[in-house]
Structure formats: C-alpha cells, structure tokens
C-alpha cells in the first residue's frame, strides 16, 4: 500500500471511528510551508499524516471512547513553525488518540509508551521515542536514512524493502540503520531521515500493519512455511519473506527451479479449467448458487441461468444437481487453548467422518506452532478414524499457515475439482508467518471453499462425551464467546471462499453444522450449455435471475446480481 493511499485510509477510518468516541474536538491552525512538529502522547495512539493537500495549515483531530476530551486534556502551543502538543495521560480507559496533518516536509517528533504511533507521507525527518507501541512509518523510499534502535529486546520488524543485518550493542541494544535509493541525496532534496527508538516495540517500514502477522521474530520456517514458498504463490511467498528474510533466502537456496507447471492427481483437470467438452458443441461446468445470506439455492432450471461464451450468449441445455464426489479437508486447531480437550476432538472430527458420503476424499491435517498431515485425502473411514489418534497437541495457533499449507500443498494440485475446507478452530492466531489479508488474496483464486466452525475454546466440556449442562459453573457458557477478531476474520473466509461461517455457541451446534456443511456441498448444479467456442478452455461468464442470487464456478468465477 502507497503512503498516499495509507493515509486515505487513515483519513477514511478516523472519520468511520467519529461516532464511536464519546467526544472529542478537532482544531486547524495557520502555519508555514513547514512545520517542525513534537507530540507526546504517553497513553494514546499518534497518527501523523504529511499530505500535499495540506497547505499552510496544521489540523489537529483528538478523540477518545472514555471521558470528554476537555480544553485542557491537549494542550497545543505555537511559536513561530514550531508546532508543540502535549496530551493530558488519562490511563488506557479513557486514552485520547490523535491524529495530526502536517505540510509536507516538515519535521516530526513523537514520545509515546505503548500507543501506535503512524508517520504517513514526504516528511524531512522523523524522530520516534516509544516504550512497547508499534512504530509504523510510509514513506517514499527513494532517498531514506534510516536509524532503528531496541533497547531493551530482540528486534521485531517487518520492511517492504531489504534491510542490512542487525548489530547487537553493549547492554543488549539492538541498531539497525543504514540508507535506501539514492545516496547523495540530501535533506533540501528530498531525503527522508527515520530516527526511531523503542523498549520491546515493533518497526514497520512500508507495511500495512494490518498484513503484519503477530510474531515477527526471526525464526526457523516451520514445515507449513516451507511448503508454502514451495508452493510458489507470489503474494504467499513474498508474504514469508518479508517476515523472515533471512530464512527465507537460507531455505530458497536450497530449492530447484520453480516448475512450469503445478503437478496434478491422477484425473485431475488443468489448473484453472472451468468447463469440460462432453459433445460436439456441448460444454459443460459445475455452479453453485447462493442468496444473500450464503445459504444455498436449490430447485434451479435452464430458465433461471443465463451464460455468456466468450462474451456471446449461448442456450443452456441441462441444468442438473452436482453428484461428484467432494475432497474435503479437515483442519483442526489442536493447540495449546484445547491442549486438555483433545478426546472431544477426535469425537468431533469423527462426527464429521460419519456425515460425510463414503465417496467423497478427505484428508485431514491438525495444526498448532506447525501443521500434521494426519492423513492424505482418502475415502477410507477407518483409516482416518484410526489416524485421529495420533494427533500430537499443545503449543502456539498458527492457523493462516494451515490454511496457506492447505490451499500450496494440498488444494492447487486439485484445481478444476470440487474441493472444501472445514475448519475447526477457536480462530485466534498467533503463531503464523502469513497474515490474514494474505490468506484472503489467496483463497479468492483456489476456488475451495471455506467452512470456518470456531469454537470458543472455553466451551469444550471437562469430559470427551459433550455434557454442556454439567460444568463447575452452571453459567459459565452462557459467556463464553468467540473474540471479535475471530469472528470477523471467519465471517471473512466464508465470504471470500464462497462458504458459510458457523460460530458455535452450544456444543449441540456442531451436529447442525456438520449436517448443514454437507447439505451445502451437494446443493451445486451440472450446468451444460450450446457451445460454439474452438477453444478448450473458453470465457465462461453466469448470471441467475434470482433476486440477490451469487453464482460461482470453480475454480474462481463469481459474479453478483445487480
């Protein structure tokens, strides 16, 4: 993401936020062509923008979700270009966060604690003091002198470009610095200065911090990691490398050339194929169709479809139910939150195996720091019942590189088949190398879908039979809760698969779920049309005539209804 662009979404987002603060005041002061700007802020989060928008003036935006942001909580002084704001500290409850607009070029110094602190835009120099708060600057990279210190940790950071290797200092201080793009360059003429200091905070350089994962400390790659640059999917890969570059290039060193093209099962149909000649003139997909609410329609005829090829209209001839197999597979968090819970894991997998039709290929894979591939796809039921037992359980969630494994090992060798994920999770992640936007970028080319089943991890019974009435505290799952991230983030991979999201409240719920997943899998149509195209793979574009209606065809087409 631009620093431009970064910065509307700053703008975009406070705006979005106004009405969840309680109060708040927004201030612009006249100013020179530069300022010099110093802030602190020892409770709350600082957000400085550079826009070339803002033209002799310094706007201030001060809001907080607790108590009223009085006169005298931010006091602003003027002097000359000297621009001086200290925040009133008011503890974490009733923090006052602000966002602050400067001209371009100007200076720029903050102190915090453990609030973020953002620098967005062409700044001249920019000095940053925390405490445990995230440092996050994006800024045009052609000229940069950069100085990053940890004093009191391991370095944790994360760069859109290649940095030099760090240097340990006496008293276990950390210094990386160095300069980026054009060496002779110097402040009047566009250099960039980036001094920024900090007890155990984490750095970003040209990050989306919301693409940051949450450990970034250089590490081994783990087998999923390792998979996954094998895999060779640009975005996932880059993803990995960002993160640990150093392990990452250790590990691409020792890989052959990237093959031209993936392997495929036996049977398996081209990578990206959507539709398959069954006759002279006669082409054929599979679709599936859903409302508003994800929920699969059924009953569909010829006349509630229309197809174009390769930009033409063509007739359909047959529209019947889907009756292929599915490969399923079954991805379950055993993780250190369920460490103690594993035998209702393996009766709730098993559920799953005893719902699913005897023709359809399951694989199942667990994951906690790192993935177990438990059992390739198979349609034997007492073999991957009998496998179930060999779960190893405990340790960190890294459930965005079992999916990022799933859809480089397992998935991308099954393109043009009918494929599903079904993920059994408390979806709280804090162990991956990926992070969740990445996830969702690759998904919405795998043409699997994607059943998220996230369980508070509070509401698995003490004992392997599920008895949800029979706790220590009779109440206690009338609280328990999935947390917000999870929930959101579930809510997404449903929507970007073209699956359905079951958050499980009561452990009966899991049943209805595993009967509704099936349920939707064969709630999918055989559609054939009249073909007039001499390609084998041509431009296939459905629409239904269903008021809201969603039609996807694997393994990535999807077009809504106006």
Not at 91 to 107: A, M, Q, W
Not at 157 to 166: K, R
Not at 300 to 308: A, G, L
């Amino acid at each position: 993401m631009s620093f431009q662009r970064l910065a509307q979404f700053l703008f975009l987002l406070t705006g979005l936020c106004l009405s969840a603060f309680a109060q708040g005041f927004k201030s612009e002061l006249e100013a020179p062509e530069k300022v010099s700007l110093v802030v602190k802020n020892l409770d709350g989060r600082v957000s400085v923008v550079a826009s070339e928008e803002q033209q002799k003036k310094v706007t201030i935006d001060a809001r907080s979700t607790g108590l009223e942001v009085a006169p005298d909580d931010v006091k602003v002084v003027s002097k000359g270009g000297t621009f001086q704001i200290d925040v009133r500290p008011r503890g974490e409850k009733n923090r006052i966060d602000i966002v602050v607009t400067i001209p371009t070029r100007s200076k720029v110094e903050v102190e915090g604690q453990a609030g973020a602190v953002d620098v967005i835009g062409s700044v001249e120099s920019a000095v940053v003091k925390t405490d445990t708060g995230t440092i996050h600057a994006d800024v045009p990279l052609e000229a940069v002198k950069f100085n990053f210190v940890w004093e009191a940790s391991k370095p944790r950071y994360m760069s859109d470009v290649e940095l030099p290797p760090i240097k340990e200092k006496a008293g276990g201080v950390y210094r990386l610095s160095g300069r980026l793009g054009e060496k002779s360059v110097k402040k009047e003429d566009g250099l960039v200065a980036l001094d920024f200091r900090t007890q155990r905070g984490v750095v970003l350089l040209n990050i989306d911090p919301e693409r940051a994962p949450a450990d970034l400390r250089e590490r081994p790659l783990t087998q999923a990691a390792q998979s996954i640059v094998r895999g060779g999917d640009p975005s996932l890969v880059e993803a990995i490398r960002k993160v640990s570059p150093k392990m990452f290039g250790d590990y691409a060193k020792t890989l052959p050339p990237p093959e031209k093209e993936p392997s495929l099962l036996k049977g398996g149909t081209v990578p990206g194929r959507l539709v398959t000649a069954v006759a002279p003139q006669l082409m054929r997909f599979n679709a599936s169709v859903t409302d508003r609410n994800g929920r699969a329609i059924g009953g569909m005829r010829e006349s509630d479809f229309t197809v174009w090829e390769n930009g033409i209209e063509r007739r359909v001839t047959s529209v019947a139910p889907a009756n292929e197999p599915f490969n399923l597979v079954l991805l379950l968090d055993v993780s250190g939150s369920i460490e103690e819970r594993m035998d209702f894991i393996r009766k709730a997998a098993r559920d799953f195996l005893r719902t699913t039709s005897p023709q359809d290929k399951i694989s199942i894979i667990s994951f906690r720091d790192d993935i177990q591939v438990i059992s390739d796809f198979s349609t034997d039921r007492e073999l991957l019942s009998r496998k179930l037992d060999e779960i190893d359980a405990g340790g960190g969630t890294a459930l965005y590189d079992a999916l990022g494994y799933v859809l480089s090992e397992q998935i991308k060798r099954l393109r043009g088949e009918r494929t599903a994920i079904v993920v059994m999770s408390d979806g709280d992640d804090n162990k991956s190398f990926l992070p969740f936007p990445a996830i969702l970028d690759a998904l919405s080319e795998s043409g699997a879908l994607v059943y998220p089943l996230y369980v508070p991890s509070g509401l698995i019974p003490e004992a392997s039979v599920p008895r949800p009435e029979i706790t220590i505290d009779p109440l206690r799952t009338r609280y328990l809760t999935l947390t917000t991230r999870a929930d959101e983030e579930g809510r997404k991979l449903a929507a970007a698969s073209g699956g359905i999201y079951y958050p499980i409240r009561r452990l009966e719920d899991l049943q209805k779920a595993y009967d509704d997943v099936v349920a939707q899998l064969r709630s999918a149509y055989t559609i054939t049309y009249a073909s007039n195209s001499v390609s084998s793979s041509p431009r296939v574009r459905v629409r239904t005539n269903r008021d809201g209606a969603s039609v996807r065809l694997s393994p990535v087409v999807e077009l809504n209804n106006p």
